[in-house]
T-cell receptor, first 115, second 115 residues
C-alpha cells in the first residue's frame, strides 16, 4: 500500500531535550516536505527536499533541522525543543510526472507537546 | 508571496443539502494549482479535489465540484448531497507551478453536517 508514515504519532517531551520525528514514504517520490499545523493558522511549511541531499527552508524553519540521506526518509530534528514548537506536524511527499505536479500525499501527523 | 483566504471559519449544513465553501487567493503567477483538502477528526489530510490554473473547465469529483474564477482569483468548493462523513475542517491550498512544490494553505473552514 502506497503511504507516508510518521513516528511517533504522539510525543510529550521537555524543553531542550533533542528529538527526531521520522518520515518515510514507499512511493519513490523525489519531493518531501514538513508542515506544522497550529490552530487558526492552517498549515505552514517548515522544510522541504527536492531529492536526496537537496533540502531547503520553508516559511518557518527556525528551531528545526532536516536531512535527506535516502530517498524514502526525511526526518525532522528538533535540537532543543521549546514550548512554541508544540504543534501537529505533517510530512508530505510528491513527484512530478512531466505533465505537471502531482498531488502531495500526507502522513498521519505527529502531535508534539513540549513542556 | 502568495496568500490564501478562507473567509468562513465555520459553516453548517443539513444532511442531503448543498453547501459552498469560499476561497480566494492572491498571486501574480500565471502557472499554479489549487487544491481542497479535508481534515476529519482523525487529523488525516485528505485530498478532495485539485484544479490546474490553465484549465478553464471546473474540476469535479463525485459530489464535490469547484467554481474556479481565475480573473477574480476565487476557488470555491461545492459539496452536493452532504453526508455526515463530510463533517471536517476544509483547507484551500495554492501551489506555484514549476516551483518547490510548497503548498500555501488557508486557515480552514470547519464544516458540520447535521442530521
Amino acid at each position: 500500500e502506497a503511504q507516508v508514515t510518521q513516528n511517533p504519532r504522539y510525543l510529550i517531551t521537555v524543553t531542550g531535550k533533542k528529538l527526531t520525528v521520522t518520515c518515510s514514504q514507499n512511493m519513490n517520490h523525489e519531493y518531501m516536505s514538513w508542515y506544522r499545523q497550529d490552530p487558526g493558522l492552517g498549515l505552514r511549511q517548515i522544510y522541504y527536499s527536492m531529492n536526496v541531499e537537496v533540502t531547503d527552508k520553508g516559511d518557518v524553519p527556525e528551531g528545526y533541522k532536516v536531512s535527506r540521506k535516502e530517498k524514502r526518509n526525511f526526518p525532522l530534528i528538533l535540537e532543543s525543543p521549546s514550548p512554541n514548537q508544540t504543534s501537529l506536524y505533517f510530512c508530505a511527499s510528491s513527484f512530478s510526472s512531466g505533465a505537471g505536479i502531482e498531488t502531495q500525499y500526507f502522513g498521519p501527523g505527529t502531535r508534539l507537546l513540549v513542556l | 508571496a502568495q496568500t490564501v483566504t478562507q473567509s468562513q471559519p465555520e459553516m453548517s449544513v443539513q444532511e442531503a443539502e448543498t453547501v459552498t465553501l469560499s476561497c480566494t487567493y492572491d498571486t501574480s503567477e500565471n502557472n499554479y494549482y489549487l487544491f481542497w483538502y479535508k481534515q476529519p477528526p482523525s487529523r488525516q489530510m485528505i485530498l478532495v479535489i485539485r484544479q490546474e490554473a490553465y484549465k478553464q473547465q471546473n474540476a469535479t469529483e463525485n459530489r464535490f465540484s469547484v467554481n474556479f474564477q481565475k480573473a477574480a482569483k476565487s476557488f470555491s468548493l461545492k459539496i452536493s448531497d452532504s453526508q455526515l462523513g463530510d463533517t471536517a475542517m476544509y483547507f484551500c491550498a495554492f501551489m506555484k507551478g514549476g516551483s518547490n512544490y510548497k503548498l500555501t494553505f488557508g486557515k480552514g473552514t470547519l464544516l458540520t453536517v447535521n442530521p
